[in-house]
């Protein structure tokens, strides 16, 4: 099953797109030789756009869904590493699962649903070997248990991070306490759900 279809992957594409730029153009983020992180890569429309605006940088691609794996593989950069494995704050195999209906957690896989359920590889992101400056991460309510690999993020200058508004999972609270204990400050929603956050 294609997690999202490639008229979708159009439309998030503009937004993503509209985002990265901002994050350059008004905020200022422009590290040289950039090294991002797209944590829940999904199908790519983040990693195109950060490819596009950022034409120096290292960019690197954490997605465990085989179905978006299949997606995100079209692009092809030498820029782009892959990584398929999601990120987290030990190393383990979790299930993630989408309800039936489609309705919770805007149709796409997390480690909170059951149903429609598949098992896929994580990894303690403080063992990766980058440290990026960027990050981008849309993860489905594993964002606070990422948020506690403090050695991941010692070079982080921005996040933009996914905090749903209707809080699905009750994570936003947490999610934020620990973007502050990383030494963030929440900067201006750059979309409905879409938050950017400044060291």
Known sequence: ???LTKNMKSVLKSSALNQV???KEKYGVNPSNPVIADIGANIGYFCESFLEIYSKCELHAYEPHPDNLVELKTIQDD???IHEYG???YDGEFTIGMRSDGKSNNGTYSIFNTENSINVPFKNADNEVIRPHIVKMDVEGAEANILECEDFFSETQAI???LVYKDDFGMNSKTEE???KLGFKYKQHLGKNDQLWLR
């Open 1 to 3: 099953m294609s997690l």
């Open 21 to 23: 730029k901002e994050l």
């Open 79 to 81: 820029r782009l590493t």
């Open 87 to 89: 990120l987290f704050d």
């Open 160 to 162: 933009l991070i996914e």
């Open 178 to 180: 620990n973007l502050k």
